[in-house]
């Protein structure tokens, strides 16, 4: 895809973080965005800020655990805009908690948020895309999708679960020229751990100094729009520790192992 304008861009997670830079590095581009997240106040601020017509943003509030919604959320987008060019799988939750101390609810909202949510949306956008015989999903995994440590041990799992889903769609899909770009990030700026959760699944509250000194979110979303423009599988974005661990993982496991094990969060 070389040229974003007038392609109808859904992105989930858009009142904050990576997703609200996204919205307005696709809305440069000229793009029209549908927004989802749960806080519509905030979504109608991210709206205001792409200062794109009213007409070419639907604001689409939803908590995406709630999978019956997916198929209806759908239906108001193609009745909007008539279809979908990109899916951006964004929305997600990370976790600051030890295996032994976390609730199973914990876990399972988690799954909920972070990988099941991607597969009921992207049951109902597919059938669509099908039809064109055109699409493109953008699906936000993480180093932690190829590496697990320590207090990530639900997140590390569900990031783990999108990558093996997405590598299917994206063998299944290219008979019909739907393609899936997996973004793996290290440590981006955003307040992704004021909002993990905890053991009992309460908000963690507190700013990772790695996450405060991590790249600036409007610097990432520029990189995962590039790697769209270039039809790219996968991308690693992420100071060289974060990466260096995603390669340290595949050649050389056991040192990565030894690595992890030694990193004990603050
Ligand atoms: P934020 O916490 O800033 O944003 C998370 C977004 O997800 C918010 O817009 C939030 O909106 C939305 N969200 C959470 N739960 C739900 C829900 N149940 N239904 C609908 N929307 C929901 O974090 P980031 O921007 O950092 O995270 C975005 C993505 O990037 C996530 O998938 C994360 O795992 C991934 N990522 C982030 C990294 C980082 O270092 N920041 C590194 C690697 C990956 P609302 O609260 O309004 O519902």
Redesign the pocket.
Known sequence: MTNFKDKVVWI??????????LAMAFAKEGAKLVL????RG??ERVKRETTLPDMDVLILP????QFDQAKPATERVIAHFGHIDIMV??????QRSYINDTDLEVYQNLM???FF?TVALTKAVLPHMIARQSGHFIV?????GKVGTIMRSG?NAA?HALQGFYDSLRAEGYPHNIKVTT??????????S??ALNASGDKFGKMDSN?AK?IP?DVCAVKILDAVRRDKKEIYI?GFKEVAAIYLKRFFPNLLFDQVRKNIPE
Do not use: F
Request: hydrophobic share 35%.
């Open positions: 989930t997670g858009a009142s904050s973080g990576i997703g609200e830079a989802t997240a749960r806080r905030e979504l939803l908590d995406v655990t799988h964004n929305a997600g939750v990370s909920n948020v972070d949510s936000m995994s993480s180093v932690a997140y990031k973004i793996c990030p290290g440590y981006i700026r955003t307040n992704i004021l909002n996450q991590g979110a992420g």
